[in-house]
């Protein structure tokens, strides 16, 4: 059985209607988490703009609010270009600091 394709005009209705009254949560959530408001604020336009694409062919997720915080904090780490998990970003350090502190023992030896 396949599904319905989704209106393409209750789609849009559905996110102007998000963004009239979840913009400024989303956007301090954002900016709660990321400590950087222009990256928060076009990460969150960023979701925006898929969330038009990828709702027109899917429809609406069970939870709108959290698609759009996810994509966006995804956006944003794409962005920025650092590493999504916790856990590459302390293998990263992990690299630097035995790199620094091999640098520290050749100068001071």
Do not use: C, Y
């Not at 990460?43 to 898929?50: F, K, P």
């Amino acid at each position: 059985m396949h599904r319905a394709a989704p209106d393409p005009q209750a789609v849009s209705r559905a996110i102007d209607a998000l963004t009239r009254t979840d913009r400024g949560r989303l956007l301090s959530a954002l900016i709660a988490r990321l400590k950087n408001f222009q990256l928060a604020e076009d990460a969150l336009q960023d979701a925006l703009a898929s969330a038009v694409v990828h709702w027109g062919r899917t429809g609406l997720p069970a939870s709108p609010q959290g698609w759009l915080l996810k994509v966006a904090l995804r956006k944003a780490t794409v962005a920025q270009g650092r590493p999504r998990r916790p856990q590459d970003r302390r293998d990263r350090a992990a690299v630097a600091g035995r790199s620094g502190r091999r640098r520290h023992r050749r100068h001071s030896g």
